[in-house]
């Protein structure tokens, strides 16, 4: 079964690649990996690796109350849920990781679940306070500070509204 999955995923990508790129102009390709700033690599993948082995770290947290787990071994749960949400819709690679967790560790996916969306409620508080502090610091138009103003009521309520569920389910 694992050979049919792997076989079936590198035909599936040489397809999609050979879509993506056969209109292209090989000599502009080429152009642009000759022109691109290789160097950028090391800063990007450093802070890539600081981001995830934070969200490890806060998702140990998270599951402590459950399991006592090191950071490290949730990594490659979170990996392959992260690789899932950038092919499949809606953040669905985050199913994948409650799974995977759920089986390694042997815990409820429920409880998995749980965590990964509480988790998604603290990045969803922590781009929401980027936002506003971008767009309040900076000198925009009524227009842009009338919508801000009202999305920020609107993620109030939503976030409000979220904790009344989340409240009437622990209850």
Same mark, same amino acid.
């Given at each position: ?35 691109? %700033?290789?160097?950028? /690599? &090391? ?5 890539? +690796? !600081?981001?995830? $082995? ?65 988790? %998604?409620?603290?990045? /969803? &508080? ?5 936002? +506003? !502090?971008?767009? $309040? ?35």
């Amino acid at each position: 079964m694992k050979k049919i999955a792997l076989y079936a995923g590198l035909t599936l990508s040489i397809l999609f690649l050979w879509l993506a790129l056969r209109h292209a102009s090989w000599n502009e390709i080429v152009a642009a990996f000759e022109r691109a %700033r290789w160097w950028c /690599l &090391i800063p990007m993948l450093v802070c890539q +690796f !600081v981001f995830y $082995f934070l969200k490890a770290i806060r998702w140990r947290q998270l599951l402590s109350q459950t399991i006592e787990i090191s950071s490290a071994s949730l990594v490659p749960a979170m990996m392959v849920g992260a690789a899932g949400n950038n092919l499949l819709p809606a953040h669905s690679g985050e199913l994948i990781r409650v799974y995977l967790a759920g089986e390694k560790f042997g815990v409820a996916k429920s409880t998995v679940l749980g965590t990964v969306m509480v988790e %998604r409620v603290f990045d /969803l &508080i922590a781009v929401t306070l980027i936002f +506003f !502090v971008g767009v $309040f610091s900076g000198n925009y138009s009524g227009i842009v500070l009338k919508t801000a103003a009202f999305l920020l009521v609107l993620a109030v309520i939503l976030i409000f509204f979220w904790h009344c569920c989340w409240y009437l389910v622990i209850r």
